[in-house]
């Protein structure tokens, strides 16, 4: 079993930063798949970044350029910078873990981009 906790979410001008976190507890986070995904109001949840158990990484289109997954093993911790910020990357951003068959979400953080 694998909780998830974000934090770092907020308000933010255009063309701002914020660092996203995500601690997680349980066993064997290093063999976990982490991802950030984030859902806008009256839109599905979309994925954002990932990072591979073994450090490989994948971006959404979207964000490419502007965004950056890490991950601290020894500390149980997944990250996102986000860099240039717009106001469509408005939204609930999500920290999620995956290890087969275990698929587990963290409560969600909210991010704003507002002048």
């Known amino acids: 079993q694998v909780q998830l906790v974000e934090s770092g979410g907020g308000l933010v001008q255009p063309g701002g930063s914020l660092r996203l976190s995500c601690a997680a507890s349980?066993?064997?986070?290093?063999?976990?798949?982490m991802s950030w995904y984030r859902q806008a109001p009256g839109k599905e949840r979309e994925l954002v970044a990932l990072?591979?158990?073994?450090?490989?990484?994948n971006y959404a289109d979207s964000v490419k350029g502007r965004f950056t997954i890490s991950r601290d093993n020894a500390k149980k911790m997944l990250y996102l910078q986000m860099n240039s910020l717009k106001p469509e990357d408005t939204a609930v951003y999500y920290c999620?873990?995956?290890?087969?068959?275990?698929?587990?979400w963290g409560q969600g953080t909210q991010v704003t981009v507002s002048s």
């Open positions: 990072i591979t158990s073994g450090g490989g990484t």
């Open positions: 999620n873990a995956k290890i087969s068959p275990g698929n587990y």
């Open positions: 349980g066993s064997f986070f290093s063999l976990y798949a």
